[in-house]
């Protein structure tokens, strides 16, 4: 007689497939392969098909607004319930502020039986007034509808706790952190790798001698892009011919003041390459990245960069003072300390020593602790335990983590 066991069904909803198309890749590809009849729920958007055709798994456009507008969540929490009454999931992930609350919400309006909340930063950490309040409403709703609230860092999870927003039972973290892990090899240096950024620094307008500050990510204030502006400044005063290399797109939500758009936009130094799906480029290009972001879950890029040898400057916020370690694979100062910020950029722009040190320490740790396959076999572990035993999957193949992060 056949077997009528059906596979166990995985729901994952965020605000926006920008989300699912950097912070779940490989991860969806794994778990459709491991077992899952899987389907991810965002905002219609390229990266939304670009999810569907790479990682080979059922998208729904729902649209959805990363600011509060209430009129416009309360239609998006009806499609959301609806849809998860017709897939009748037996997991529901939700991450990312906006679907974080509404996800859990809708997922326990429809009582589904396994509900978690992937906490994957803080908004309301560089709010005041009544938006704070708000936030911290939004935050207590979605961790008292989920079971589980998935913090990507340890430090998320300390700051999420100390708040009273979730009971410290109820808040956990895969591995040393990170919601996908990183694939070392995909931002290891390679010939061809190599041979491709020095033509692309050719094409961008960099001298081969020029020492290069880079930054990936959301170009928005609370990225810090305003801080790495009048840091960069300082730099210049002492190194006149190093470049900013921006690796992103400057973004609506929490915008840039237009005066230091203007003013990054009018320097012959600066050079802004817009949204790339290949940073692993850009990093041979630097000599050190800046990451003054103000808030963080936990940072994939610091770790990219590790990987490329690349050491990182931050600001000692949530999250990245776990991707970070001050004194071994970067530099931390304190949040919006711009003087600070610039001196550590120049320590590393002229001792070649430390850089190197420190680059290569960070190769190491992100290896040894942030391998993709590491996360991953850590959620499946989470997912086994929700799960009624006769939906468990089998075990993850050793080799799917490598072949998948690619």
Not at 176 to 203: M, T, V
Not at 249 to 257: I, L, S, T
Not at 377 to 389: D, K, M
Request: charged share 25%; with cysteine.
């Amino acid at each position: 007689m056949e077997s009528t066991q059906r596979r166990p069904r995985l729901l994952y909803i965020t605000t926006h497939g920008m989300a699912a198309a950097s912070l779940m890749r490989g991860q969806l590809a794994m778990l459709r392969e491991r077992g899952f009849d899987l389907t991810v729920v965002s905002t219609p958007c390229d990266e939304l098909d670009l999810v569907a055709r790479r990682e080979g798994v059922e998208t729904i456009g729902v649209p959805m607004d990363r600011e509060i507008t209430p009129l416009r969540d309360l239609v998006t929490l009806i499609r959301l319930y609806r849809i998860i009454r017709r897939l009748q999931p037996d997991i529901v992930n939700a991450g990312t502020p906006k679907a974080g609350v509404l996800g859990s919400l809708a997922a326990w309006l429809a009582r589904v039986p396994a509900r978690i909340y992937t906490l994957r930063g803080l908004r309301l950490e560089t709010t005041t007034g009544l938006k704070h309040r708000i936030l911290s409403l939004a935050e207590r709703l979605a961790s008292a509808c989920a079971h589980t609230v998935l913090c990507v860092s340890p430090s998320i999870r300390n700051e999420y706790v100390s708040r009273g927003l979730a009971r410290p039972d109820k808040c956990h973290v895969l591995a040393s952190g990170s919601s996908n892990g990183i694939n070392p090899e995909r931002f290891q240096l390679s010939g061809e790798r190599l041979a491709r950024s020095r033509s692309l620094r050719k094409e961008l307008g960099i001298p081969p001698d020029a020492r290069v500050i880079g930054f990936v990510g959301r170009m928005t204030r609370d990225k810090g892009i305003v801080d790495l502006s009048d840091a960069y400044c300082s730099v210049l005063a002492k190194h006149p011919d190093a470049r900013l290399l921006l690796v992103g797109d400057f973004e609506n939500g929490d915008p840039v003041p237009s005066a230091i758009v203007n003013q990054l936009r009018e320097n012959s130094r600066v050079v802004i390459t817009g949204f790339t799906e290949e940073p692993e480029l850009y990093f041979p290009m630097m000599d050190v990245l800046a990451f003054p972001s103000w808030r963080e879950g936990f940072p994939n890029v610091p770790l990219e960069a590790s990987a490329a040898g690349i050491p990182t400057v931050g600001f000692a916020a949530t999250g990245t003072r776990d991707a970070v370690v001050d004194g071994v694979t970067g530099a931390l100062v304190p949040v919006g300390d711009t003087d600070g910020l610039a001196v550590a950029l120049q320590k590393y722009l002229t001792d070649d020593v430390i850089r190197f040190r420190h680059g290569q320490a960070g190769q190491r740790r992100g290896s040894e602790e942030f391998r993709s396959e590491t996360v991953w076999a850590a959620l499946c572990e989470l997912y086994n335990s929700r799960l009624p035993e006769h939906l468990r999957p089998a075990a993850i193949p050793e080799d799917t983590g490598s072949r998948r992060a690619a």
